[in-house]
């Protein structure tokens, strides 16, 4: 089944899709859009002033009014992906649907029509090309420039798509500036020796864009590519030593482009992540934060001379600034962590995915993506003394206050999900106990003793759960409990009880 | 006469208070971690109203009880069950037996236990997960021989069967439920019968020997193979015929030992449990029966008294036997029935059953 909004479109990618059979992209099934946040676990966040998309673990969400309170949200179940980027109005995600193939999808925003460009021939051709190594999209990073969108593909060099989905070209960085049409391209079409020379790339690892160039940070070295001339050219950086290139993104002052590679040293040990800006009118580079990273960093470059970074290793986020922009940055002393602490009640132990800075108006929107849902602040102001609180969004369900409606998150627990929060919600305080049974109404263990809960709120999601303590992880007495089902009982010291089941496969 | 039987009587008595008192010293409470946990409640509604109480003497699905008693059998008999348990757990089960004279018995049992609907479980987002459902099936198949007027011996081998949902996925338009299953096959009960009186009888039986649930996960998260030894129990069991009011009146009790698992592997606690019932035989054709069961007594009662009376639970549990036959044409029905309390309140439990002996 074919669903899109525009039939036009659609007719002509079907009627494109036969004449090139098997060589083409196609539309494929895509699913009913829901008015729900998808999921709680959000990876990765994408947008512009007003646009907000999440890739969570359980589909894709966008709202196109991140400022409206509250917050109207539209998304698509169903899909999981590895990158998403947004670009005037237009979304490329690499996506894919559950157990399907490793797609890009193109949706087109600004009138909520969609479409799907899959790929799949094209991983063929480039296993093709190279049978030491698998072409994924896994890692693609995308920029929008030059009314088409530059891919960048692992394995498989700079992909020029146009925003159609019909069109698409791949470069290889290095001196032959070849387009290599994905409907006339063969193997043998390129020169034997094309991909083994020194001084080319076909593996490129991120883009970004400047207004008229397009940046590639490859395995071996920084490229730029001009699409009007379709010209490559290598940034020196041989007095750096850099072992590979693993991000990179622009700040353009006039005629100016300031191009901010994350590059990695690999040690006798650990591989070390540092960041460097590239003036490409003086053609000197400079390190921009002293600190080392462990893990990669993610980078947002904010106004004004900010640059956020989102530490994996410890979940921490930095502000820093540069007083210019190929200059060292000073570390803020903006408390990020305490800031979104205070946004909700179970916001204790989180793990932030990824961050989002983007411009609104006369504010800007910061966002932050967790396994926990999403957080957002506006009037990001850096370099006021922003208190400005975090807003927390969440689909997690109001629940009915009295016991009536209780469950286990997740209602089964294996290796896989090894541990699971009881959601109940009390009418007023109370004193509660869960205790866990077996089959046969053996007592297995108590969870927590008569402990003091609120009354849920709406602050807190309708839930008298405290999830650090009323959670239970499948084990008693230092040792996990058989495989089967378990009876849990919540009871107050007012009288009420509640029963549920949960369920244990642990090994 | 009357003076020796009593006196034998006492010693009788004696001896499985003396076994708890030591057992005592180091049990603790808590069965519930271990497998098989519905292999626990009683079978049959005769058991259920006697508290579970069945090791010395059972009526009818002996296979399940006390292999030992199917060299005792005079008739063949069929039993037909059912029951129903608060929270949606079900039942239902079968049981053939005869005897082969002059020595010899045999018998059979099935027992299905289970939660056909599993509803409301979520997954780690909140989203509903389909239905689903728990499944057990246990068979146990006996073979008992008469080694003397007043002892008999028996023993049983059981092939038991779980299916169990142990994931989710999200799949579009299909179910999100991944089950994965365990078997057990050979696993072993020894039973003993004897009788040194004519008001008493004794029953031993050591179940779940070399017994465990393998368990073949399909779920790409597990270990393929995990193996769940179910615990080794020892019941003493006894029964006691007096009489109350001039009408027979029997007593019997279980006394149940955890201490080993099927793999002779010391459990990490020892547990001991009691079971009471007492029947009235007031009617001829009516008996009405009474019990308490799953008295765990443990070392907890001395050292952590409020920790015991917190977590301690039972069973009270009432029923009847109806006999049939008469109203049909002195065909062999009888009709067993038994309500019980629940351990944790969630309602009350039930079994029904009907006896047919031909």
């Keep these: ?507 | 006469m009357e003076k020796s039987l009593l006196r034998k009587t006492r010693i009788f008595h004696i001896l499985p208070a003396l076994a708890v008192l030591v057992a005592c010293a180091q049990a603790q409470t808590g069965l519930g971690i271990y497998g098989g946990a519905h292999l626990r409640e009683p079978v049959g509604a005769t058991a259920f109203s006697l508290g579970g109480a069945q090791t010395a003497s059972p009526r009818y699905l002996c296979s399940w009880w006390n292999p030992a008693l199917l060299a005792g059998l005079r008739q063949k008999s069929v039993a037909l069950g059912v029951g129903y348990r608060p929270l949606g757990r079900t039942e239902g089960y079968v049981g053939f037996e005869f005897s082969v004279p002059p020595r010899v018995g045999l018998g059979l049992s099935v027992l299905y236990r289970g939660i056909p609907v599993i509803k409301g479980l979520v997954d780690e987002q909140e989203y509903p997960l389909d239905e689903c459902a728990f499944e057990t099936f246990s068979f146990k198949v006996g073979i008992a021989y008469l080694i003397r007027r007043n002892l008999f011996a028996g023993l049983n081998l059981s092939v038991l069967y779980q299916s169990l949902p142990t994931g989710f996925e999200d799949l579009q338009g299909a179910s999100n439920i991944i089950y994965s299953s365990a078997t057990e096959i050979g696993g072993l009960d020894l039973g003993l019968y004897y009788v040194p009186s004519k008001k008493l009888c004794y029953g031993l039986v050591v179940k779940n020997l070399l017994g465990s649930f393998k368990w073949e996960f399909t779920d790409a998260n597990f270990s393929p193979i995990y193996e769940d030894a179910l615990p080794a129990t020892v019941t003493l069991g006894q029964q006691l015929s007096a009489s109350l009011l001039g009408w027979p009146f029997i007593w019997s009790t279980d006394i149940i030992a955890y201490v080993l698992d099927s793999r002779f592997t010391s459990l990490d606690r020892n547990h001991i449990v009691i079971n009471n019932g007492f029947e009235w035989q007031r009617w001829e054709l009516f008996f009405v029966r009474a019990g308490i069961r799953d008295i765990a007594l443990n070392s907890d009662m001395f050292r952590h008294s409020g920790a015991y009376a917190d977590h301690f639970t039972c069973v009270a549990s009432a029923g009847f036997r109806l006999d049939l036959s008469t109203a049909l044409k002195g065909r062999g029905v009888v009709l067993n029935y038994a309500f019980a309390t629940d351990k944790i309140g969630a309602g009350l439990e039930q079994q029904l059953d009907f006896v047919f002996s031909f």
């Design chain 1, 1 to 507: 089944m074919i669903r899109v909004n525009n039939a036009l479109p659609a007719l002509l990618g079907l009627l494109l899709v036969s004449l090139m059979g098997s060589a083409g992209p196609i539309l494929a099934e895509v699913y009913p859009p829901t008015n729900e946040i998808i999921s709680n676990d959000i990876y990765l966040l994408a947008g512009g002033s007003d646009t907000l998309w999440m890739l969570t673990s359980k589909g894709l969400n966008y709202t196109n009014s991140i400022t409206d309170s509250p917050i109207v949200w539209s998304g698509f179940k169903n899909v999981n992906g590895y990158a998403i980027n947004f670009s005037r109005g237009m979304l490329l995600g690499c996506l894919q649907p559950v157990s399907g193939p490793n797609d890009l999808w193109l949706f087109r925003h600004q009138t909520n029509n969609y479409s799907i460009i899959e790929l799949k021939y094209q991983t063929a051709l480039f296993d093709s090309l190279d049978t030491t190594s698998t072409f994924a999209f896994y890692g693609i990073d995308a920029v929008l420039l030059d009314n088409a969108f530059w891919v960048a593909c692992m394995d498989g060099g700079l992909l020029k798509l146009d925003p159609s989905g019909f069109v698409a070209a791949i470069f290889y960085p290095g001196k032959d500036t070849t387009a290599y049409s994905f409907t006339s391209f063969t193997p043998a079409s390129l020169a034997p020796d094309t991909l083994k020379k020194p001084d080319r790339a076909k593996r490129v690892i991120a883009v970004a864009a400047d207004s008229l160039l397009v940046w590639a940070a490859c395995e071996k070295g920084l490229w730029r590519f001009s699409p009007k001339d379709t010209a490559w050219t290598k940034i020196n950086d041989s007095t750096l030593f850099f072992s590979e290139y693993v991000d990179v993104k622009t700040r353009s002052r006039a005629d100016t482009a300031f191009v901010y590679a994350t590059i990695s040293r690999i040690g006798t040990k650990d591989t070390t992540y540092m960041l460097y800006v590239y003036n490409s009118k003086t053609a000197h580079w400079t390190r921009v934060i002293q600190d080392n990273f462990t893990t990669l960093p993610v980078i947002q470059l904010g106004a004004r001379g900010y640059i956020y970074v989102l530490n994996p290793a410890n979940n921490e986020i930095k502000a820093y600034r540069q007083p210019a922009p190929d200059s060292v940055a000073v570390a803020q002393s903006a408390n990020f962590r305490e800031r979104i602490l205070k946004a909700g009640s179970d916001l204790v132990n989180v793990s932030i995915n990824d961050i989002h800075y983007a411009i609104h108006a006369a504010d800007t929107i910061f966002a932050v993506a967790t396994d926990v849902g999403l957080l957002y602040s506006k009037n990001e102001h850096r370099d006021e003394a922003d208190n400005t609180p975090f807003i927390y969004e969440n689909r997690m369900v109001l629940l009915t206050p009295g016991l009536e409606k209780t469950y286990a998150i997740p209602g089964i627990i294996n290796n896989y999900h090894p541990e699971a929060i009881f959601a109940y919600n009390l009418v007023k305080d109370d004193r509660v106990t869960i205790d866990i049974f077996d089959y046969n109404n053996d007592f297995v263990t108590r969870i927590i003793d008569n402990a003091p809960r609120l009354a849920g709120s709406h602050r807190t999601s309708g839930r008298s759960t405290v999830p650090q303590y009323d959670k239970w992880d499948g084990t008693a007495r230092g040792r996990v409990v058989s495989p089967g089902v378990y009876i849990y009982r919540i009871k107050t010291k007012n009288g009420k009880q509640a029963f549920g089941k949960i369920i244990v496969a642990k090994n």
